[in-house]
């Protein structure tokens, strides 16, 4: 009876580390930093052509996982008032799927003009695997909802590697 038992026990615990389903663990965003406005563009000041042309500019994605298990993560050409002095990312995850929020404080005042940011962060305990990526813009509240869905698809992350996500479009923070 002992050995029924135990060649059952066996049985569970081998069958359970055949899963295939990747399960992480909760991931953390740390060491965000963004940087100071790279290009200013404002509606009434800048001439036409120029202003339509780096508008319209999609913003990107690249995320590079270390053999440690950390990412190194960097949007490029964010929109935000250019009021925004700081620019915050927030994760959540469960089973295969990663979102990412990207958000701002609360505005003391608003200027007349967007300006393009570059944001670096970390992200830990990721591990190499295809994920569901949701990248969304959020106004200081940190709310979000499908309005504000700036990508949604399948991602490819390998160790060593650089894995960049071209948006269909710029990636604009809400004001409020």
Request: net charge neutral.
């Amino acid at each position: 009876m002992k050995k029924v038992f135990y060649c059952l026990i066996c049985l569970i615990g081998l069958s359970a580390c055949s899963s295939e389903k990747v399960v992480l663990e909760t991931l953390r965003v740390y060491d965000v930093a963004n940087s100071t406005c790279k290009l200013n563009l404002s509606p009434t000041e800048t001439r036409l052509d120029f202003y339509l042309e780096n508008d319209a500019k999609p913003a990107t994605l690249s995320i590079e996982l270390g053999k440690d298990g950390i990412a190194q993560c960097s949007f490029e050409d964010v929109e935000a008032n250019c009021a925004v002095r700081n620019i915050y990312v927030n994760v959540a995850n469960q089973d295969n799927q990663i979102i990412l929020v990207v958000y701002h404080n609360a505005l003391e005042a608003f200027a007349d003009c967007i300006c393009k940011y570059d944001v670096s962060f970390k992200m830990s305990k990721l591990l190499s695997g295809s994920y569901q990526l949701k990248v969304y813009c959020a106004g200081p509240n940190m709310k979000y909802d499908e309005r504000y869905i700036v990508y949604n698809g399948q991602i490819n992350i390998a160790k060593n590697k650089k894995t960049s996500i071209t948006f269909s479009g710029p990636l604009t923070l809400p004001e409020n």
